[in-house]
Each structure stands twice: as C-alpha cells, then as structure tokens.
C-alpha cells in the first residue's frame, strides 16, 4: 500500500506511521518535499533493524530500500532536533514487489537516457546554428 499527504512535526518530532503485514520481497519507495531547514528520515523494522536513517536538508528527496520478507516498517520524520520550528512536509510513500520497483527503475533509466540524448541533439543544433550565423555575419561584414 501506499500515501500520501502533509505532515507537520513539533519538537518531538513528527509524522511517521506503522506498516501493517509484510510481503515478500519488496521495496519502500519514497518521496518527499521539505520546504525549509532539515529533518531526520528513517526507515526502521519492528525488530529494531534501522534501513534509512538520514539528517536531509530542504529540497525533494527521492529513494527506496529493499525490505526484509514479512517486515514490520516504520518511518519518521523526526524533528526533535528543533525545539521551536514546526516542519511542512509532502510524501509519498509505497511498498511494491522487488521486480516491479527494478522494473520502474529500469525504465527511469532509459527515459533519463533519451531525454539526455534529446538535450544533447538541441544543443549540437543550437551549436550548429550559431556557427551557421557566425559564418553569414563574417561573410556580410567582408
């Protein structure tokens, strides 16, 4: 399953949830924008296992991390490092199969490699175009 929302922390830091079943082997992928300052994510088992456990700055994170089989998981915004701040943040969370999540991954890639392909033949017709109009301005000055 999966969320999303808005999630405000106090001092005692804030945001988090508890996830129910397990799976098999599978994958949390997450995103999340925080507007100012920074926060703690982490990503921790029942067990006491920690996966993620970060100090991230503002700006969107992006990332994912492979789950034990039948884990319980919880994630936390932690925003005990600040006694007076409040946090806004936007996420998404989602548990989905190891395959499908490579499977995204893999496509991901090969549209990051067109669009950079893309950019790359632009700017080879904007160099080429420059050059062109470079040539007819010499060529009217002589």
Known sequence: GGGGGDGGGGGDGGGGG???????????EYAFSLDEHSIRFV??????????????????????????????????????????????????????PRETSAATAAVRSLQLAAAAAEAEATAAAEVAALASWRRDVAEAQA
């Not at 508890?18 to 949390?28: H, T």
């Not at 991390?65 to 006694?83: G, I, K, Q, T």
């Open 18 to 28: 508890d996830g129910g079943g397990g799976c098999g082997p599978c994958v949390l």
């Open 43 to 96: 990503v921790s088992c029942a067990d006491g296992q920690v996966l993620v456990d970060e100090l991230v700055d503002n700006g969107d994170v992006h990332g994912s991390v492979e789950l034990p089989v039948n884990a319980r998981v919880s994630v936390c915004f932690d925003n005990a490092a600040s006694w007076v701040r409040g946090r806004s943040i936007k996420y998404a969370l989602a548990v989905v």
